[in-house]
Structures are given as C-alpha cells and as structure tokens.
C-alpha cells in the first residue's frame, strides 16, 4: 500500500461529506482536520474520531498554515464539499497553500472560474480534481463503449434522449443556501450537472441549448449534442413523481431513455466516491477540463428565457405548464 496521505475537509455537516469521509477511510488515508460553521458533525466519530475540528474558517486556516510549515507534516488533499458558490475560493485555497483540490460537484458555478484555476494550477504545480462519479458508474461506461462502437458503425448516427430527475425536497431546501440560484446555481447545477456531463462525455459537444421550463423548484430543456438530442426534465417538487412511484412510498424518480428504450443504472452508486478517490490516488482523476462542457452547459441555462410549450419539450413540462 501507498503512504498514507493527510486530507483536510471544508464542509462536513452537508448531504454529500459523509461519502468523502468513507471514501478518505476506505482508500486508507488520514482526515486531520475539518472546518463548518455548523458545529454538530458527530458522523465523524465513525469515521475519524481524532480529527482536529473548526467553525471559524481563519482556525483552519491557521491549523493548515501550521502542520505545512513542517514539511514532513504535509496536508496533499484538501476535499471541498461546501456549498456551491464558495467552490471555487476554497479551491483557491487549497492550491495556494500547496495541497490538491477534490472538490464536490459542480466543480465551479461560471466557466471563466475554470480558465483562472488553471493559471493557479499552473503557478503551484497542484491539481484539481473533480467529482464526476457518473463516468465511473459500470452501466455507463458499458453504455459509452457501446456508443462509441455503435458510432464507429454509423459516424452520422444521431439518439433521441429523454432525461428525468426528480428528487424531492421539502422547505428546508428553499430556505438553504440550495434554494438560493445565486449560491447553488439554480435546479440544473444543483442536481443536474453531472447528467449533463455523463451525456456530453458519450454523445458529444453541445450544438444547441434551449430551456422550456425555468421556476424555483424545476428546470426543463433541450440539448443538442453532436449524436443526441436529449430532452431533459429536473425537479425537487415531490408533485412531479409518476403516481405509480409515489405508491411505493419513494421519492424519487430517475429515467433515462436512449432512442425510447429505458437505459438502467439504478444500483451501483453507493461506492462511487470510494472509487473515484481510488481514482484519483492511482494517478486518474478528472480535472479542471474534464468538467467544462458541463458547466458551459448549466451556465447557459441560468442566461436563456424559457420557451415554454414549444419545440421538442419533455413530456413532463405539461405537468408545469397546464
């Protein structure tokens, strides 16, 4: 086994930090420290109980400054999974004080912050590392070789995609930082980002973005990508769910179609994150290029006026709309 690497984690009390925490645990490194302003982040006693622990961000800040300035106390990672506007400062971060970035999705909220992270990758020799765990999802990457092979037959080949996501939230999400388009994005960044990644990574570069359905709680559109058009719907209004899911008691609804036929990839995402750091100590990763077509994409969507019920919308926009 490798020597074992420090990490630092800024935003544990999230969703997401638990998944990072097992992930640091299960490839056999050390959490040293972690900061949130929110303070009862008892899931790091299963994971790592004598974590060093902040509320206050210049406390981590110096803790850092401290075990770096011993060089053979090193901090190489730093995991971001702080909300999404504060992305691209604590990245900033990590690689000014000589650690590499594993941020959460969506890496950044505007490309122009990927162009100055690379001009900072470049001055510190650090790299920045993404979480696009779809890519590593064995159904998908079965589905892109298939694809690529299919391709290869047909180079003019073009998919009809319809992309459902609706995964609900109650109040509490609307009075979060989530809730807030100026902090996450809005719905399309917030849930759907690595959709759109997962799909521009086997079907091409976007040729044309249009959205039909722009409110609060649901995004709708169309893409066109080099071989798919892909209508796509994502929401966290429980209201959205197909009756038929919501009489077995879940909440949440997942479809992807290719050419009407539904892909399957419901299992299989547990370990995700384990992998991906995996991935990512073995000299893989994806950085800071890997993650552009995405956030081009969900970018573009918070700029367009919805179209409303015209074009090739998603059948679900009438859910919205009539």
Known sequence: MSKKKNFALIGASGYIAPRHMRAIKETGHELLVALDPYDGIGIIDSNFAEADFFTEFECFASFIDQWHRDKKQSIEYITIA???????SHIRFALLNGAHAICEKPLVLNPKEIDELLAIEAQRGKR???ILQLRLHDS??????????ELEKNPSKVYDIDLTYLTSRGKWYFASWKGDEAKSGGIASNIGVHFFDMLSWI???VEENIVHVKQADTNAGFIKLSHANVRWFL???YNYIPDEVK???KRTFRSIKVDSEEFEFSDGFADLHTIS????LNGGGFGLEDARN???IVSEIRSLTPLGLQGDYHPFCKKVLI
């Open 82 to 88: 702080s909300p999404n506007y504060l992305h691209s």
């Open 140 to 149: 998908i990457i079965a589905l892109k070789n298939k694809i690529t092979k």
């Open 277 to 280: 750091y995996k991935d990512i």
């Open 294 to 296: 995405s956030i081009n």
């Open 235 to 237: 929401s966290v209004n």
């Open 128 to 130: 920045v590392y993404t």
């Open 247 to 249: 009489a077995t008691g």
């Open 203 to 205: 079907f091409g570069d």
